[in-house]
Antibody, heavy 121, light 110 residues
Framework: QVQLQESGPGLVKPSQTLSLTCTVS??????????WSWIRQPAGKGLEWIGR???????NYNPSLKSRVTISVDTSKNQFSLKLSSVTAADTAVYYC?????????????WGQGTLVTVSS | QSALTQPASVSGSPGQSITISCTGT?????????VSWYQQHPGKAPKLMIY???KRPSGVSNRFSGSKSGNTASLTISGLQAEDEADYYC??????????FGTGTKVTVL
């Protein structure tokens, strides 16, 4: 059974860069059969897809966040990461990592438990 | 890319059926048969309930069903149970390898 676990600082100052890591267990991130995504949810609000990465390093981003987002993968650690630059209070949210199948898996079948990131000075 | 539109809340009595709508555009919901639905209990991660408009993952009750007509997808919960009380989100592939979620619907079991 695959498991995903987010980790990273819970507090980030405005204008700085938010950095999170998702560790995958119970399966290899480099199996080639999956995409790995980041999704966020501000308190009391809906879900927002941030972007995804494939093992090769190929990425796709939400157009509304593209200029500030970088997703990378470290196959040696079975991890993938999110960096969001120039954060503001509007970036305060629970951040989830999730998996989708490749090819043809246009849905997210496994999710991490989520980690709360607060942007505040 | 705008969020898909869902009703803020839907309620029903135990045993009843309810339907949650998810309205998008021809660029997302209407353009692809790739709508998925997620159930989220408070403080928990979302759980996949329906994918590819109407397919159920293994382990999901057959009380949950999905459909689509034009730019609107729907999730129906039949035989409503107390454990179904949660937030529900639709999600659609939006082309160019991107996804868009719905605004979310709070389901209350009366």
């Amino acid at each position: 059974q695959v498991q995903l676990q987010e980790s990273g600082p819970g507090l980030v100052k405005p204008s700085q860069t938010l950095s999170l890591t998702c560790t995958v267990s119970g399966g290899s991130i480099s199996s080639g059969s999956y995409y790995w995504s980041w999704i966020r949810q501000p308190a009391g609000k809906g879900l927002e897809w941030i972007g995804r990465i494939y093992t090769s390093g190929s990425t796709n981003y939400n157009p509304s966040l593209k200029s500030r987002v970088t997703i990378s993968v470290d196959t040696s650690k079975n991890q993938f990461s999110l960096k969001l630059s120039s954060v503001t209070a509007a970036d305060t949210a629970v951040y989830y990592c999730a998996r989708s199948r490749r090819p043809g898996g246009y849905y997210f079948d496994y999710w991490g438990q989520g980690t709360l990131v607060t942007v505040s000075s | 890319q705008s969020a898909l539109t869902q009703p803020a809340s839907v309620s029903g009595s135990p045993g009843q059926s309810i339907t949650i709508s998810c309205t998008g555009t021809s660029s997302d919901v209407g353009g692809y048969n790739y709508v998925s639905w997620y159930q989220q209990h408070p403080g928990k991660a979302p759980k996949l309930m329906i994918y590819d408009v109407s397919k159920r993952p293994s382990g999901v009750s057959n009380r949950f069903s999905g459909s689509k007509s034009g730019n609107t997808a729907s999730l129906t919960i039949s035989g409503l149970q107390a454990e179904d009380e949660a937030d529900y989100y639709c999600c659609s592939y939006a082309g160019s390898s991107t996804y868009v979620f719905g605004t979310g619907t709070k389901v209350t079991v009366l």
